[in-house]
């Protein structure tokens, strides 16, 4: 078979949608990876044995009035380039991963009456993977939903292939505590606000690997180095796992790919929720990762002095 595939903008959406059609074409069918055109897409497929091909779509939500109708105005020619595209590809099915790139495909495949199929990385569903579920043939779920989504089935998050190389890092073998922050590949200004001064207020040994995002290194280095704490400070990491293997525990927002690897590596976690996330998503992602115990939720407005409690708390576990 040859199986569109999409997703865009974000890897939450871009890296598990990556994984899929990993594993599709290793078990022999062919790929038509389609996106938006953005850098961090051209990257992941990057290698890739897909045929890569791009439509202009923007987002809708969260959006002001001129850009919800530009995103509206571009769906018509969305859908007649897929419908050009499925033809001359002679595509069978797709499977979208969510956002508004996905709405104009699916449409196409409607019309052309072939199968949809939608994945959701979140604990709420999106717009758009709740505007499509009602016409696809199944509806994957990275985590439990309670709703009536009909004909779904809870799979987990796809990941990537982070078990494919060993650690680069020591496997920590003293008493110290070993702890890997990150916020992403654009960082998290309250992780880098914010947890240099936390630790510095924690009385133990602790050894600090800290992503910031790019432009952020000088000044949440400069944090650091205030509160007298020897951390290792980076915009980005290429290889994570290499940093969740090395470490205790991970502090991270709670973004369903990121949470998704750390708990598939065995590795606890404190989640801070980004609050401006559309429906709260992340808080919910975060609260079914700790109803699970693997991990433990922190909301910003709790402020520091509480971060500072929690953290102790999980640092005198591991102590134990």
Request: aromatic share 8%.
């Amino acid at each position: 078979m040859k199986i569109l595939v999409s997703a865009a903008k974000t890897g939450g959406h871009i890296f598990p949608a990556i994984a899929v059609a990993d594993e599709l074409i290793k078990s022999g069918h062919d790929v038509v990876f389609l996106g938006g055109g953005e850098k961090i897409e051209i990257e992941a497929v990057s290698g890739k044995n897909f045929n890569y091909q791009t439509i202009k779509m923007n987002g809708f939500r969260g959006k002001n009035t001129v850009l919800k109708i530009k995103s509206l105005i571009l769906i018509p020619l969305g859908i007649i380039n897929v419908l050009n595209l499925i033809r001359k590809e002679k595509i069978d099915a797709m499977i979208g991963f969510g956002g508004f790139i996905t709405v104009p495909p699916a449409i196409a495949f409607k019309i052309m009456r072939k199968p949809i199929f939608t994945h959701e990385q979140n604990s709420i569903q999106g717009s758009a993977n709740k505007m499509l579920s009602n016409h696809s043939t199944f509806n994957f779920l990275g985590f439990p939903i309670k709703n009536n989504l009909k004909n779904n089935i809870f799979s987990g998050n796809p990941i990537r292939n982070i078990f494919s190389k060993k650690p680069t890092q020591d496997i920590n073998s003293s008493n110290d505590i070993n702890i890997y922050v990150t916020g992403g590949s654009q960082g998290a200004e309250y992780l880098n606000k914010n947890l240099p001064i936390v630790f510095g207020q924690i009385n133990y040994k602790i050894n600090i690997k800290h992503q910031c995002g790019v432009g952020k290194l000088s000044d949440v280095k400069t944090l650091y180095l205030e509160a007298n704490i020897d951390a290792e400070v980076q915009e980005f990491y290429k290889n994570p796992q290499s940093l969740i293997e090395w470490s205790d525990f991970v502090i991270t927002r709670s973004g369903a790919l990121s949470i998704s690897e750390i708990s598939s590596m065995g590795r606890g976690m404190v989640m801070i929720p980004l609050p401006s996330s559309i429906d709260n998503h992340q808080f919910h992602n975060a609260k079914y990762i700790e109803n699970i115990g693997m991990g433990i939720v922190h909301s910003q407005e709790n402020g520091r002095s509480d971060l500072e409690i929690k953290l102790s708390q999980v640092i005198d576990e591991k102590n134990l």
